[in-house]
């Protein structure tokens, strides 16, 4: 076995272990360990962060990112771990101040403007602040023309909704083209009304177009956690309302 080979061997080794650890490691372990735990802790506080992290390993696994919302709907925190170094960032649907924290901790502040998708008659953060407003509970179905399960899964959301007597609001992927979802909708003999597709990160972070179809679900007007990934029959669906909200 040439050099080569055993570097390439051991680096697949600790990269298995590393990925290992991190999964093991609660984001407060995480936060708690970094060099300037206390500068990180400061901005998450300020920042009105909820501490109800997801955790991600970035594209070459020696990345981590904790991804947690805010108790301002539509305000996000991204914390990014990296070589010693972190960048923590607060997003909104508009733009992203960021704050990155060397090695010795020192900070160096910017801010960003985002792109935004410019899409018609789209489902936007105050539209979604509107109906947490107006519905004690309920559902929040996305879905896309390219997943056929998605299609028939709105027939099941809908006999679902009304069996456990909840609202619920039908809503396509923001990353697809509406006149494809126009057509589709079209040949399976459903409405347009449920063209309009969501437009904030309120649901983006919250994984709704992670797989397709997806669910959220929100009680005592506050969306209660991530996303459901995946096509339900209307009783896994009944099963699933019923744990989370219904109880």
Same mark, same amino acid.
């Given at each position: ?10 680096? *697949? ?7 290992q650890?991190? +999964?093991?490691?609660?984001a /407060? $372990?995480? =936060?708690?360990? !970094? @060099? ?6 400061q901005?998450?506080?300020?920042w009105?962060?909820?501490?109800e992290f997801?955790?991600?390993l970035?594209?070459d696994?020696s990345?981590i ?6 108790k301002?709907?539509g ?12 960048k923590?960032? *607060? ?9 990155? +924290?060397?090695?010795n901790? /020192? $900070?160096? =502040?910017?801010? !960003? @403007?985002?792109?935004r998708r410019q ?7 105050e539209?979604?602040a509107?109906?947490?407003q ?21 027939k ?14 039908i809503l396509?992927?923001?990353?697809v083209?509406?006149e494809?979802?126009k ?28 797989h ?5 679900l ?6 209660v956690r ?15 309302i019923?744990k989370w909200?219904s109880?």
């Amino acid at each position: 076995m040439d050099k080569m080979r055993v570097f390439t061997f051991f680096l *697949l080794l600790s990269t298995q272990l590393w990925a290992q650890n991190f +999964l093991t490691l609660s984001a /407060q $372990k995480i =936060i708690s360990h !970094h @060099k300037c735990h206390q500068e990180i802790d400061q901005y998450l506080k300020s920042w009105q962060s909820t501490f109800e992290f997801e955790k991600y390993l970035g594209d070459d696994l020696s990345e981590i990112k904790l991804i947690t919302p805010t108790k301002s709907l539509g305000k996000w925190i991204i914390a990014e771990f990296k070589n010693n170094q972190v960048k923590l960032s *607060l997003r909104t649907d508009f733009d992203q101040l960021e704050v990155k +924290l060397a090695k010795n901790c /020192q $900070k160096e =502040i910017g801010l !960003h @403007k985002l792109k935004r998708r410019q899409q018609q008659d789209s489902f936007q953060k105050e539209d979604l602040a509107q109906l947490l407003q107006k519905n004690e509970k309920g559902m929040i179905y996305i879905w896309s023309p390219h997943m056929p399960l998605s299609i028939a899964g709105i027939k099941e959301i809908k006999k679902a909704a009304k069996k456990t007597k909840m609202p619920v609001t039908i809503l396509l992927d923001q990353n697809v083209s509406r006149e494809f979802a126009k057509k589709t909708l079209k040949s399976h003999g459903l409405s347009e009304s449920y063209l309009k597709s969501y437009n904030t990160i309120e649901l983006a972070l919250r994984g709704a177009s992670l797989h397709l179809p997806s669910v959220l679900l929100y009680k005592n007007h506050q969306i209660v956690r991530r996303a459901k990934p995946g096509h339900e029959y209307t009783w896994k669906f009944i099963q699933y309302i019923e744990k989370w909200v219904s109880k």
